[in-house]
């Protein structure tokens, strides 16, 4: 068994959606432009994806006041600080300093424009 994806009910998942394309790199792989407007967007490996949805059925988790280490959304990336910076200008906010684990992992978490948590990982020996 695998999983296929973890699936986010957000305010506005068009522009999420379109957010975590543009500035993550991940790629819409099939969206409603009607309610509940559900996009799923697959990571560059295309093993993992990620569901954005807005589904007036459910409350919308309050995000922006989730302590991070709750809930978020980690991506590998190569310059963590590079990429850091470029969300940043994109609307995310950061959440702290990039951060060393003590087997050498750097760390930053970020907020997207929407209060939803993101952390960056840039690891010295790749978990998968």
Do not use: C
């Not at 295309?46 to 569901?51: A, D, H, I, Q």
């Not at 750097?106 to 998968?128: F, H, I, N, S, Y």
Request: without cysteine.
């Amino acid at each position: 068994m695998k999983i296929e994806h973890i699936a986010f009910n957000v305010e506005d998942a068009v522009s999420t959606a379109k957010w975590y394309a543009e500035n993550l790199g991940m790629t819409i792989v099939r969206e409603a432009n009607e309610s509940p407007y559900i996009h799923f967007l697959a990571d560059d490996s295309g093993k993992s994806m990620l569901e954005f949805y807005s589904n007036p059925a459910a409350l919308v988790p309050d995000y922006p006041s989730m302590n991070p280490l709750i809930l978020h959304i980690a991506f590998v990336v190569d310059d963590i600080e590079s990429t850091r910076e470029k969300l940043v200008a994109a609307g995310a906010t950061a959440v702290g300093e990039t951060t060393s684990a003590p087997n050498g992992d750097k760390l930053a978490m970020l907020r997207d424009p929407w209060g939803l948590a993101v952390q960056l990982v840039t690891r010295v020996e790749p978990m998968m």
